[in-house]
């Protein structure tokens, strides 16, 4: 039979079932997630685990939603400058939180939380933040024409244990955008290309279309296309309030390829653009009929090349 199939296990037997997102071939009741609209994004956390010969790492992300005036007392105040602000619509917050786990050397655990705009990704506010030996948390807030960041690490060896607003070596820096950037075009932050992946707003794309992200200390030009449709084999958990369901099976999905460069005086050295652990060019896939991301292919640092697989879906 055509189709991505499921086995949904309810208590203790097992039957399968047809999700409904069959090509023209099949015919089949088309379900909510099969008519997901460009622009909706359906899900509200997804895991993922990636496994290498030199290594493992497992990354969650969790998108959810602040209205106008809670994220008002989230995003911080600056020295000097204007900051963006939020307009009345709600404010879109996604969280990622990753862990590596070389074959040489010590796990890394890393994570970031960004607030920005539903409509287009404009980013307003980021924290990153590192755990283990190296501790840190560093605020970008976003402004019209730069970036403040502020850096917080623990002054001495107590304040390692305790909360980072408590922590006394702190640095100030602001991040002017370079002239080459159209003023008129949004900054994101890393995280807001899965959120605009997951929109399907690159599906219709006939031509590679550049976005502007500032990841670390420096402004980049992604430029974004849908590289390839293929079939993909996908095989993970779905989690809803009534029962956890396995999907497993084939799908159709397309294949979103991001390639960053760094907009930098000849003078700086470019940094290496970071997406999720990944560094560097990078590629999303997705499936075409829902916009869940099933696949992220990148590099990462000190494993290589590998697959990071959807492993977990909740809605």
């Known amino acids: 039979m055509i189709g991505f199939f499921t086995k949904i296990v309810l208590a203790g037997s097992v039957m399968f079932a047809a999700l409904g997102c069959f090509d023209a071939s099949g015919a089949a009741e088309s379900s909510a997630a099969c008519e997901a609209e460009t622009g909706q994004v359906i899900w509200k956390r997804l895991a993922y685990q990636g496994k290498h010969f030199l290594g493992k790492v497992e990354t969650t992300v969790s998108l959810t939603e602040l209205s106008a005036l809670a994220a008002q007392k989230v995003l911080i105040s600056i020295p000097e400058g204007s900051p963006l602000q939020v307009s009345p619509a709600p404010v879109k917050v996604i969280d990622v939180q990753s862990a590596v786990n ?87 932050e890393p995280a807001g290309l899965m959120y605009l992946a997951s929109a399907r707003v690159f599906m219709e794309q006939s031509a590679p279309r550049r976005l502007y992200v500032f990841d670390r200390k420096q402004l980049h030009e992604v430029t974004v296309h849908v590289s390839g449709r293929l079939r993909l084999k996908a095989s993970y ?79």
């Open 102 to 188: 070389p074959l040489f050397g010590g796990p890394d655990f890393a994570g970031s939380q960004a607030w920005f705009s539903p409509g287009d990704a404009a980013a307003l506010q980021r924290i990153r933040y590192r755990k283990g030996d190296d501790i840190w948390q560093i605020t970008y807030r976003f402004t019209e024409k730069g970036v403040y960041r502020l850096r917080k690490k623990p002054g001495h060896g107590e304040e390692k244990n305790l909360a980072p607003e408590h922590w006394t070596k702190i640095k100030e820096s602001f991040y002017p955008y370079p002239d080459k950037r159209p003023g008129s075009q949004a900054v994101m």
């Open 237 to 315: 958990i779905e989690k809803n309030r009534e029962n956890d369901i396995q999907r497993e099976g084939m799908i159709d999905a397309l294949k979103i390829s991001f390639k960053p460069r760094a907009l930098t005086p000849r003078d700086e050295q470019p940094e290496d653009f970071s997406f999720m652990g990944l560094k560097g060019d990078f590629d999303i896939y997705i499936d075409a009929a829902t916009g869940v991301p099933v696949q992220i292919s990148g590099r990462i640092s000190r494993i290589g090349k590998v697959d990071i697989r959807l492993q977990t879906l909740a809605f």
